[in-house]
């Protein structure tokens, strides 16, 4: 397992906690998903066999947040 802290622009509210943990959290290889709206963190904890860094990413921004 790896784990990453992505930092995330655009998160304000409970909202876009559920919208970035629930469409990670339903990648097949992601084992947690934890934001941390002050921080403007997204910590994930995945197996990098089943899951890209990258799909990771691109599935945070689908949900119209930033990673940078």
């Known amino acids: 397992m790896e784990k990453v802290s992505l930092n995330v622009i655009g998160m304000s509210c409970g ?6 943990e629930g469409s ?3 990648l097949n290889g992601v084992s947690s998903v934890k934001v941390d709206l002050k921080a ?4 994930v904890e ?3 066999q089943e899951v ?4 990771i990413k691109e599935t945070i921004d689908d949900q119209g947040y930033d990673v940078k």
């Open 24 to 26: 990670v959290g339903a």
């Open 15 to 20: 909202h876009c906690v559920k919208a970035v």
């Open 40 to 43: 403007a963190k997204v910590d």
């Open 52 to 55: 890209s860094l990258e799909k």
């Open 46 to 48: 995945f197996n990098s």
